[in-house]
């Protein structure tokens, strides 16, 4: 049972802004790190966006972007909400696919967040749809 709802996508114009909300519930976040993903029509899942446990203001660790949304997107969390969010600026239509997210120890180059098969299970996800 993963215990994530992923919420926020939709339908909007390239260009156009979303953010996506990931509510975790039976268990804290605040120790785990947070990997953003999305699977893409015929595509595997694909690491988007990962953020440490430590929060993008902690010393040393920030989060890590894939090539594809480096400079569009912004990862965040809010621990005390136990929520963590994915801010997507500039949307492409190559972006449109189901966002999930998942938990994970860290963001480094062993982790999940590159090997996202490892993953046996998935939440629902929030479909995103960029089209003109």
């Known amino acids: 049972q993963v215990p994530f709802v992923e919420s926020g996508g939709g339908l909007v114009q390239p260009g156009q802004s979303l953010t996506l909300s990931c509510a975790a519930s039976?268990?804290?976040?605040?120790?785990?790190?947070i990997a953003w993903f999305r699977q893409a029509p015929g595509k595997e899942h694909e690491g988007v966006a990962c953020i440490s446990s430590s929060g993008i203001r902690s010393s040393g660790d920030n989060p890590v972007y894939s090539d594809s949304v480096q400079g569009r997107f912004t990862v965040a969390r809010d621990n005390a909400e136990n929520t963590a969010f994915l801010i997507m600026r500039s949307l492409k239509p190559e972006d449109t696919a189901i966002y999930y997210c998942q938990s994970l120890p860290d963001c480094t180059g062993g982790s999940y967040y590159y090997y996202p098969e490892r993953y046996d299970h998935w939440s629902q996800g929030t479909q995103v749809t960029v089209s003109s």
């Open positions: 039976g268990f804290s976040l605040d120790r785990y790190a």
